[in-house]
């Protein structure tokens, strides 16, 4: 269910409302707009009997959700959500947001090397895994602790935003002690005990679609991630599995405009999971501009031939300040 609270209502009166909600054992997400206050009502199973509501002082109208989702849609929050890491580092705010860096951390001095580029390309956001989803048992599985601590020093360093992936719930804790912003990967989109733990958590969550994932099973992810109380997230499209062959993933690009129009949750295109190949990197990540993304993420490193995972979709220094100059034309024409 949904309240919506007239234009002029009182905090008094939405506190009001809360208390009844809770009284009935549900939950309430407050969500203040522009215009109106907007409440969700979680933790009921079955429908809730509006008149508990509609009577009660400030409140416009409650409403039966028929949708699957509650707090994601823009019935409920028309406004578009900013998701904020602080001192000005936002996503959805209407710039352009650059999350950039290795695809995992290797050694302090390979992460420095893309970490001083990426600071002077203006971007705020570097990315880096210490806990690596790797498709081999046997293949690098990242630095893990160590790794997080080369990320503190950049973040302190170059006054970077680190999004930083965590794969289990107990990776959280030290994501969470290290990162800005914590990212879901692709395998563990619909890992729900894992969404649920971040939605408790301060941080920020980068919530990227699962491999095969149709769009509404991603946006129901997100509403884990929400319905726990974790209203700062970032959804990121990095592709799905085809019959292609000519590109590691398929890169679903009409996602960001079908992402828009039910939800308002900002979205990110990942072009470097999205195509796999280096050569498509940042012809794909000025499509995903075009189309509209609050932002970009892309794999750097300063010799990609080396590269301990995904060298093949990195994109060198020197291409990645190019690609920068690129999508930031395109997005000055956009917006
Ligand atoms: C990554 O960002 O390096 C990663 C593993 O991404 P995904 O989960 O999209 O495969
Ligand atoms: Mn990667």
Excluded at 130 to 154: D, H, M, N, Q, V
Excluded at 286 to 306: F, I, Q, S, T
Aim: charged share 25%; net charge negative.
């Amino acid at each position: 269910m949904l309240i919506v609270m007239n234009a002029n209502a009182a905090q008094g009166e939405i506190d009001h409302v809360v208390e009844v909600v809770e009284s009935l054992g549900f939950r309430a997400h407050v969500m203040p707009g522009a215009t109106r206050t907007a409440i969700g009502v979680t933790g009921n199973q079955g429908a809730v009997d509006l008149s508990h509501f509609e009577n009660l002082a400030g409140v416009a109208e409650a409403i039966r959700v028929t949708k699957p989702y509650k707090l994601i849609t823009l019935d409920l929050r028309p406004d578009r959500t900013i998701v904020d890491c602080g001192d000005g580092a936002k996503i959805g705010d209407g710039s352009l947001a650059i999350i950039a860096g290795p695809c995992a951390i290797e050694s302090r001095k390979q992460a420095f090397a893309v970490a001083e580029v990426v600071q002077q390309s203006g971007a705020r956001f570097f990315r880096g895994g210490a806990f690596k989803p790797r498709t081999s048992p046997y293949a690098f599985a990242g630095l893990g602790e160590e790794g997080l601590k080369i990320l503190r020093e950049i973040r302190e360093k170059c006054g970077l935003k680190i999004v930083t992936e965590a794969l289990d719930e107990s990776n959280v804790d030290l994501v969470e002690k290290y990162g800005d912003m914590i990212q879901i990967g692709a395998r563990n989109m619909q890992n729900f005990t894992l969404l649920k733990r971040v939605g408790r958590s301060r941080l920020p969550v980068l919530l990227k679609r699962g491999m095969a994932a149709t769009l509404e099973e991603w946006l129901l992810a997100a509403e884990y991630v929400m319905a726990e109380g974790n209203y700062q997230v970032v959804l990121c499209e990095r592709g799905v599995r085809t019959f292609a062959q000519h590109t590691r993933n398929t890169l679903d690009l009409a996602a960001v405009p079908a992402v828009r129009r039910i939800s308002h949750l900002p979205v990110i295109v990942d072009a470097a999971h999205g195509t796999g190949r280096n050569y498509m990197v940042t012809p794909l990540a000025r499509a995903g501009v075009a189309v509209g993304a609050d932002g970009l993420m892309v794999e750097v490193h300063a010799r990609p031939d080396e590269a301990l995972s995904d060298g093949a979709q990195a994109l060198m220094l020197d291409e990645y300040e190019q690609m920068v100059r690129e999508v930031r034309a395109i997005h000055e024409v956009i917006s």
